[in-house]
Nanobody, 119 residues
Framework: QVQLEESGGGLVQPGGSLRLSCAAS????????MAWFRQAPGKDRTLVAR????????VYAESVKGRFTIARDNARNTVYLQMNNLKPEDTAVYYC????????????WGQGTQVTVSS
């Protein structure tokens, strides 16, 4: 089982940028499909972006296309989410998640990192 730990959240003004990191340990992260989810207060957890095991394919939620970029560095067992032009509606707890090739769902989760976009 892989263990995940997010970092990089914080308070930023609208239009600003943040980069989230997710460090994986326990098993080689390259064995996993990785993703970022987010959950705003009172709302369901939703997919923000996901990336293939080799970084060769990415998928984004419509609301973040053109603003967010997911990337991975398998040598460092780390996944990143670069967030630009942040909006107040991006405010949420962001979670890193992992899914093995044999699993139908994401079964490894980090503890989450808070992102607040406010002036």
């Amino acid at each position: 089982q892989v263990q995940l730990e997010e970092s990089g959240g914080g308070l930023v003004q609208p239009g600003g940028s943040l980069r989230l990191s997710c460090a994986a340990s326990g098993r080689t992260s390259s064995a996993y499909f990785m993703a970022w989810f987010r959950q705003a207060p009172g709302k369901d957890r939703t997919l923000v972006a996901r990336i293939g095991r080799n970084g060769d394919s990415t998928v984004y939620a419509e609301s973040v296309k053109g603003r967010f970029t997911i990337a991975r560095d398998n040598a460092r067992n780390t996944v990143y989410l670069q967030m630009n032009n942040l909006k107040p509606e991006d405010t949420a707890v962001y979670y890193c998640a992992a899914r093995s090739a044999l699993s139908l769902s994401y079964d490894g989760w980090g503890q989450g990192t808070q992102v607040t976009v406010s002036s």
